[in-house]
């Protein structure tokens, strides 16, 4: 009897069901999870509220802020109006009510704060920390993007060095999957530094009272500059208020009037005020005023007129067809990211396979003879991708094959290395960089001519990614194979290698 | 059982459970740099089996100890549990003070006291500015030399280090301005209501003049915006100017500059105006519906605007090419 009378008074608010609703919402590609691929179709357009990062295998939809900062970090290729109207569109209708009430990563916070221990109050010292999170959205989504910007390395500052979501929701997603073991090897200072930070966040928050969004959180920055005029919110009506202030003292956050720009719009200074002077902005169409729950059957009985009882009636058709639609969203969401959508997979190329029984049969792991790969290459004359690379012209050379981009700062900060590689061992080792089907052809050879046009290296682009899918790419960027004399695959490495790994590869090859 | 042994019952299993907890997350942090010291490849699916051996069952008893907490709850529930609670803003009461005080009555020594906090509070605040701009000026000026960008990760992060310092500094700065803000208000509401028991009050509340009112309604919101402004065009000219210095040329990322600049200062403009300025003062069944409509019709227009531009110009289509691919910074690859 007490676990149930516990149940029926911790019974989940609907807050809480809309924040479970959205999170399943925003990470309806359930199948990623069991399969280690992250979706890839075209819904990824769109951009999910809250902080949601789409390296997440669930993740249905791009994250605002890391789309933000990639925008930032290339403002001088393509000017950044999509994200920005996006931003000023959700911002505008909700400000900081999705913190409270769409943000997977707030769930977690709040859901962690419900262990039962010990909590540290807000007081002068929080209300000043909170302010910092204005100095993160300035210097890790704004200056450092740009600074990067000027020297042609597009690095989104915040997802790099802070985010913990994307440690939380990508990192630990993708890599517990078996079918992205070989990641883990390009893992280093950056995972354990983000690693770190990330637990640091979760034991926080269960002592702190959403301790990420209080005082870090960018997006959260961003979506307060519209919190008094956005559609959804809190609103007060002043003529009811008696300032007893408390609103104030029983909202967990660092408010200084309820609706200002810390204000995420839970709802629980509603219940708490006396003389029910606040209530949520756009709630005429569901609530009666102040209405949070139901009204019980006894409060049902007092409302005697007619017009009231018209209302209450009108308000609960409005909210079981607004039940009904916002299920039948999240069902068609699970079916079609589950089911029906096939993202786009790039067509299987034409490849020459060798029958030499000497060498071992074709694939792409360890030990396998490389598939043949024939790809339009860059000619430095003509400065166009005119030329066609075949693999099997390399045999006889060791071959670095290195598949990258040109918004890929992992990629481009490795290239130096390739470059020395290249020259060091000039007789042995011809390199050929495989790009992305990132960015046009014209757009890889300003890059190149502009940044590398002294490397000794074969550029050549691979368009859908088809030959990196071919390879056993896992959409992750830069991968490099290395391959022997009679293109066997010796050494495969996801993620950014050092001129040390590659020069251990070739020296035993060379070796051999 | 009384309710006071069942709260310090909860107490101390909180104390338990919270210290479990913090040991529980050192000694992650900890597993994950000794694999990491591991030297090339750190990580590898044994040697993270191998460190999990260790950790496992602090993990294990954490979990254990966590839903025994809850048990706990169940079994021994606390009658009235408070909220956790906070202090309300020291200046909305001094407000409320100065609205009955009548300073011809008050005795000279007190009118004092409470001029001086004022003069200090002021003071306190033109210090703290300077020390922050000063330590923004450093950062970005930080940040701009060329010596500093490297090209490979420590270089990087310790430029990132000496820029959150940098930043820290200005927090410490302000905390400690607030704290010396806090003492002072404190200070000048006592001198307020030893003034007024004293007979140094009006006897009704006073009334705004029509000049206060004017200056609430538009003074205020009007000179903020126009001091956001100018402080954002100076932050980007202080921004253009470093760099002039330290060699980089504008020209060839003149469109991205000139976007940037334009987005900071609608920002600003926008912080300021939303925040500070016309809005944030005026409760909001004063606004002129209007007005709130006009605001709100302006910034959907010009969302749509942008998205529809976006569409044309490319940029979802970027949004869409970096989202469907794994960012292999953002899981610390890289």
């Not at chain 1, 104030?248 to 204000?263: F, S, W």
């Not at chain 2, 044994?46 to 839903?67: K, S, T």
């Amino acid at each position: 009897m007490k676990v149930i009378q516990w149940f029926k008074s911790h019974k989940p608010t609907k807050r809480r069901l809309v924040q479970l609703y959205a999170a399943l919402l925003f990470n309806a590609n359930l199948k990623g999870f069991g399969n280690g691929r992250i979706y890839r179709g075209n819904v990824k357009n769109l951009c999910t509220p809250g902080l949601n990062c789409y390296s997440c295998p669930g993740a249905s939809g791009a994250c605002p802020l890391g789309a933000l900062q990639n925008a930032v970090s290339s403002g001088d290729k393509t000017i950044p109006y999509y994200i920005f109207g996006i931003i000023l569109l959700y911002g505008f209708l909700f400000g900081r009510w999705i913190c409270g009430f769409l943000c997977p990563f707030g769930l977690i916070q709040d859901l962690l704060h419900k262990i039962p221990t010990p909590k540290i109050k807000k007081g002068r010292m929080t209300r000043v920390l909170s302010y910092f999170k204005y100095v993160v959205l300035a210097v890790f989504c704004f200056i450092i993007p740009m600074l990067y910007l000027f020297r042609n390395l597009p690095l989104p500052g915040f997802c790099k060095y802070i985010c913990p979501a994307g440690t939380f929701e990508g990192a630990l997603g993708l890599l517990s999957n078996k079918v992205n073991e070989s990641s883990l090897a390009s893992l280093g200072f950056l995972f354990t530094w983000k690693f770190m930070l990330m637990v640091s966040f979760l034991v926080g928050a269960i002592f702190i009272y959403r301790i990420f969004c209080r005082f870090l959180c960018p997006l959260g920055a961003l979506y307060s500059l519209f919190n008094k005029i956005s559609m959804f919110g809190i609103k007060l009506e002043r003529s009811k208020c008696i300032d007893c202030g408390e609103c104030i003292t029983t909202c967990k956050m660092d408010i200084k009037h309820v609706g200002d720009h810390e204000c995420i719009g839970c709802g629980e200074c509603i219940s708490v005020c006396p003389t029910k002077a606040i209530t949520f902005k756009g709630s005429k169409p569901m609530l009666a005023p102040n209405e949070i729950d139901a009204p019980t059957p006894e409060e049902a009985e007092r409302i005697a007129d007619e017009h009231n009882a018209r209302i209450l009636k009108r308000n609960k058709i409005v909210k079981i067809c607004a039940s009904v639609v916002m299920i039948a969203v999240l069902a068609t969401a699970l079916i079609y990211y589950n089911f029906i959508d096939k993202a786009p997979e790039p067509q299987k190329p034409n490849v020459t396979v060798s029958d030499d029984p000497d060498l071992p049969p074709a694939g792409n792991e360890v030990g396998t003879l490389c598939y043949g790969l024939e790809l339009p290459k860059l000619n430095r004359e003509s400065d166009t991708f005119s030329d066609t690379f075949r693999l099997e012209d390399t045999k006889g050379k060791i071959t670095v094959l290195n598949f990258w981009y040109t918004s890929c700062t992992p990629c481009v900060n490795e290239m130096p290395h390739f470059a020395e590689i290249a020259e060091h061992y000039a007789d042995d080792v011809v390199v050929i960089a495989c790009h992305a089907d990132m960015a046009s052809k014209s757009q890889v050879v300003d890059y190149v001519e502009e940044n590398w046009s002294s490397y000794q290296i074969t550029y050549t682009y691979d368009s859908e990614d088809a030959y990196y899918t071919l390879l056993g790419g896992n959409y992750s960027w830069p991968m490099t194979l290395i391959l022997d004399e009679n293109n066997v695959i010796v050494a495969k490495y996801m993620g950014s290698v050092t001129y040390a790994d590659l020069q251990k590869d070739v020296e035993s090859i060379l070796h051999k | 059982m009384t309710q006071e042994k069942i709260k310090r019952i909860h107490l101390i299993y909180g104390i338990v459970l919270s210290v479990l907890l913090v040991a529980v997350a050192i000694s992650l942090i900890v597993a994950c740099f000794l694999i990491y010291n591991h030297g090339d490849s750190p990580f590898t699916r044994e040697r993270i089996a191998e460190y999990w051996q260790y950790v496992c069952i602090p993990v294990y008893v954490c979990i254990a100890a966590i839903i025994g907490a809850f048990v706990l709850r169940i079994a021994l529930p606390i009658k009235e549990e408070k909220t956790v609670k906070g202090e309300i803003d020291p200046k909305l009461t001094l407000a409320r003070l100065y609205r009955r005080f009548d300073a011809s009555a008050c005795r000279p020594a007190l009118l004092e006291t409470i001029r001086k906090q004022r003069l200090f509070r002021t003071v306190v605040k033109a210090v703290s500015a300077v020390l922050c701009v000063a330590c923004f000026a450093v950062s970005t000026v930080f940040l701009f030399l060329p010596n500093h960008i490297g090209t490979d990760m420590t270089t990087d992060l310790l430029t990132l280090l000496f820029v959150v310092c940098s930043v820290m500094d200005a927090m410490l700065v302000c905390f400690a301005a607030s704290m010396l803000e806090k003492m002072s208000l404190r200070a000048e509401t006592q001198a307020l209501k030893l003034a007024l028991s004293q007979g140094a009050s009006l006897p009704t509340p006073r009334e705004e003049s029509e000049q206060e009112r004017a200056w609430a309604k538009w003074g205020k919101g009007v000179a903020k915006v126009f001091a956001a402004t100018a402080s954002a065009l100076g932050a980007i000219l202080f921004i253009m100017i470093v760099m002039f210095a330290c060699g980089y040329t504008v020209s060839d990322h003149l469109v991205g500059v000139i976007f940037l600049s334009a987005y900071a200062v609608v920002l600003m403009a926008l912080v300021y105006a939303l925040y500070f300025g016309i809005f944030a003062d005026r409760p909001e069944n004063q606004w002129k519906p209007r007005v709130l409509l006009l605001v709100r019709i302006l910034i959907l227009a010009l969302a749509l605007t942008f998205i529809l531009l976006g569409v044309f110009n490319g940029g979802m289509r970027d949004v869409l090419q970096k989202a469907i691919r794994i960012c292999s910074e953002c899981i610390g690859i890289g």
